[in-house]
């Protein structure tokens, strides 16, 4: 496994794709070896999928992290844009646009998933605000969301939405 600012195949390829972590990338690093690696007329396609903020799940885990001293900030690039078109910065378009990408098709949609307690309280332990903490410590803040979570359905139907975009290279020849 490689990073992505650093990915080697070989040959130019038809298609590359991120998922759910184009905000953690060194965009402008990445973007010169898609440069390098995709085909004149080739997609780069982008998706990120995330829990709703709205939803009474997401309330109640953001309640408990915070009353465990842990900070709600935007991860990865997202913290630095807060103007959204179809769930991502504002200004990646501008970047996709200047390395030669153009939007082909770009959408965002809602669905949902079912986790029972004990996925969901998995999937907490996973997420970045919890990056910086120990083990020990991701285990006992998602025991405490265990114990709020007693009173609710066994199977939590949890709101996600799904951001994508779809680029294809122009050809520059």
Known sequence: MCAAESFEVGTQVPIIMAVRAWHWFDRERTLQRVDQFL?????????????????????????????QGIALNPVGSYSSS??????????????????????IGEWQYDYRLPYDHDAWCGKIRSVSWLADVTEGERIRITEVLRQ?????PAMLDVPHQASVVVLRRRRLG
């Open 39 to 67: 085909e004149d007329n080739g997609a780069l396609i982008i998706l990120n999928s995330v829990f709703r903020s709205d939803s009474d799940i997401a309330q109640l885990t953001f309640e408990v992290l915070q009353t």
């Open 82 to 103: 807060k103007l959204r078109r179809n769930g991502f910065p504002a200004g990646w378009f501008e970047e996709w646009d200047q390395h030669h990408l153009d939007v």
């Open 148 to 152: 709020r979570l007693q009173g609710h």
